[in-house]
């Protein structure tokens, strides 16, 4: 079945780093994928939407050029948190579905533990 | 834009109990309405998904159902077991579209205690 693909699934880094998640379909072509954040014990919360070949579209309150969002092949997005700091450190999400096959399901990768100490 | 209620936050059931979790939408325009279950440390896994042309939908233990008019949809779990214990979100879209994003429900933590 189709599947998505995150790395790295743990960062821990200091205040400061920046850090470039990626998200890949592994078996289906996406030209659109979409990053999610949750904290501890909440719902995921819908970031930004990446489209393959042009620019993202960030929710309300998400910082475009904090979340750089590269979505360059129709298997590859990538999120780059800038300059992260304490408060980003949070659990990354990404999904992606089959636009090739009608009425397919948005299937999620496993996620990004990001720690900024 | 598109706003999901669900409940109850936490539910706790004996094993071989069904269990239901409910979840309400806003946007009349919604018509793909997903259920995933999360694992701690790990990404959502759909376990079932129904669409607006239907009123019901069964795969084995798990069942969902959707009100059109009272725009809201449930999850029933039957004869639950100890690996049903999870988190379980309900999420909603309009139109199962590549652009469109799911709208996800709180959560629920489900404990199946032997």
């Known amino acids: 079945g189709a599947v998505v693909s995150q790395h790295p699934s743990r960062v821990i880094c200091k205040s400061g780093t920046s850090v470039k998640i990626e998200c890949r379909s592994l078996?289906?072509?996406?030209?659109?994928m979409f990053w999610y954040r949750q904290f501890p014990k909440q719902s995921l919360m819908l970031m930004a939407t990446?489209?393959?070949?042009?620019?993202?579209?960030?929710e309300q309150g998400v910082e475009k050029d904090k979340f750089l969002i590269n979505h360059a092949s129709l298997t590859l997005s990538t999120l780059t948190v800038t300059s992260a700091h304490p408060e980003d450190s949070s659990f990354y999400i990404c999904?992606?579905?089959?636009?090739?096959?009608?009425?397919?399901?948005?299937?999620f990768g496993d996620g990004t533990r990001l720690s900024i100490l | 834009g598109e706003n999901v209620e669900q409940h109850p936050s936490t539910l706790s059931v004996q094993e071989g109990d069904s269990a239901v979790i409910k979840c309400t939408y806003s946007d009349s325009a919604s018509n793909y309405f997903p259920w995933y279950k999360q694992e701690l440390g790990k990404g959502p896994q759909l376990i079932i998904d129904i669409r607006s042309n239907v009123g019901e939908k069964k795969d084995q233990r798990i069942a969902v159902t959707l009100n059109k008019t009272a725009k809201h949809f449930s999850l029933h779990i039957t004869e639950t077991q100890p690996e049903d214990s999870a988190v379980y979100f309900c999420a909603a879209s309009g139109a199962n579209q590549a652009g469109t994003a799911l709208i996800f429900g709180k959560g629920t933590t489900l404990s199946v205690s032997s």
């Open positions: 078996d289906f072509q996406a030209t659109t």
């Open positions: 990446s489209n393959e070949g042009s620019k993202a579209t960030y």
């Open positions: 999904s992606a579905r089959d636009n090739w096959h009608s009425n397919q399901p948005q299937h």
